[in-house]
């Protein structure tokens, strides 16, 4: 994420919190963000300079009609910057301070299998009582992963894969001495 996404992020949810609409404007930042990524062409259109500023926001406007105006308002100003590209950075900026604001933790479980009901519900009370955080968790499976469970969480890494196990293993045979 770039200085440039978090400043403008960071702007509109210090907007949307003195209006306490922090959650819809989460949402549809969110949805305008899947939207634009679903079709890369409309991203490309947004960002050709050779369009004019005022039809490129008015496709902006067209597109988002029932959306709130200050987000509508935003992405006008991003596609006005010519930082309709930034889009994905702000709304990382945004979740961001909205994890900080409402005590949230994300955390990216990955494994070989999909996680059962049981097992996913262990894991969350484990999480949520080692951190004193909400925790929202996403599931990756992961093939290549032989077993075992990696979570990243807030910029930290907790691996109890087997292949870490192995790795493990094999600095302990390399430094040993016989």
């Known amino acids: 994420m770039t200085?440039?996404?978090?400043?403008?992020?960071?702007?509109l949810y210090d907007l949307a919190a003195e209006e306490a609409l922090t959650d819809r404007l989460l949402q549809e930042l969110q949805t305008a963000v899947d939207s634009i990524k679903a079709d890369p062409q409309y991203l490309r259109l947004l960002a050709t300079t050779s369009v004019p500023k005022q039809e490129r926001c008015g496709l902006l406007a067209k597109a988002f009609e029932g959306a709130h105006p200050y987000l509508v308002n935003f992405l006008k100003l991003l596609c006005e910057e010519d930082l309709i590209a930034e889009l994905p950075g702000c709304l990382r900026a945004y979740r961001d301070r909205y994890n900080a604001d409402h005590d949230i933790l994300e955390v990216t479980a990955v494994s070989a299998v999909?996680?059962?009901?049981?097992n996913r519900e262990k894991l969350l009370a484990k999480l949520q009582n080692m951190t004193g955080k909400n925790i929202v968790l996403t599931e990756t499976v992961d093939?290549?992963?032989?077993?075992?469970?990696?979570?990243?969480?807030?910029g930290t890494?907790?691996?109890?894969t087997v292949q870490r196990h192995l790795e493990r293993l094999r600095e302990e045979i390399d430094g040993a001495t016989l």
Do not use: N, Q
């Open 3 to 11: 200085e440039l996404a978090k400043r403008y992020g960071g702007s």
């Open 157 to 160: 890494r907790l691996d109890g």
């Open 143 to 154: 093939p290549t992963v032989l077993g075992g469970i990696r979570l990243d969480m807030g």
């Open 114 to 118: 999909a996680l059962t009901a049981a």
